[in-house]
Nanobody
Framework: QVQLVESGGGSVQAGGSLRLSCAAS????????MGWFRQAPGKEREGVAA????????YYDDSVKGRFTISQDNAKNTVYLQMNSLKPEDTAMYYC???????????????WGQGTQVTVSS
C-alpha cells in the first residue's frame, strides 16, 4: 500500500508561482509512473503532467507546457510540480497519483492522494 500526501497549494495572483509536493510512503522508483491531475468545480478531472520512472520521461498537457515542470527526488520519495506563470484557469484541486494502470499517462492509477487546492486570482 502506498500513501500519497500532497502539499504546497495555496492562493496566488496571476503570474505567480507555486511548487506542489507529493510525498510517497515508499520508494517512488518502484512506481512505473507518477502523475499530477487537477479538477476544477463542475469539470472533469484532467491530467496535468506525468513522469515515468524508467527513463525519466515527462509528459504535459498542452495547457501547461512551458509553464509547469514535473520532477522526482527518489531520495526523498517525493514528486514535485513546479508551476510558473499561473493563470486563473489553473485554479483547481490538484491530485498526485502513482502506479499507472493504463497505457496512457492520462489514464487510471492505483494510488491517489487527497489533493491540495490551488487558487489563482486575476
Amino acid at each position: 500500500q502506498v500513501q500519497l500526501v500532497e502539499s504546497g497549494g495555496g492562493s496566488v495572483q496571476a503570474g505567480g508561482s507555486l511548487r506542489l509536493s507529493c510525498a510517497a510512503s515508499r520508494y517512488t522508483y518502484s512506481s512505473n509512473c507518477m502523475g499530477w491531475f487537477r479538477q476544477a468545480p463542475g469539470k472533469e478531472r484532467e491530467g496535468v503532467a506525468a513522469i515515468y520512472s524508467g527513463g525519466g520521461s515527462t509528459y504535459y498537457d498542452d495547457s501547461v507546457k512551458g509553464r509547469f515542470t514535473i520532477s522526482q527526488d527518489n531520495a526523498k520519495n517525493t514528486v514535485y510540480l513546479q508551476m510558473n506563470s499561473l493563470k486563473p484557469e489553473d485554479t483547481a484541486m490538484y491530485y498526485c497519483a502513482a502506479d499507472l494502470l493504463s497505457r496512457s499517462w492520462r489514464g487510471d492509477y492505483h494510488y491517489w492522494g487527497q489533493g491540495t487546492q490551488v487558487t489563482v486570482s486575476s
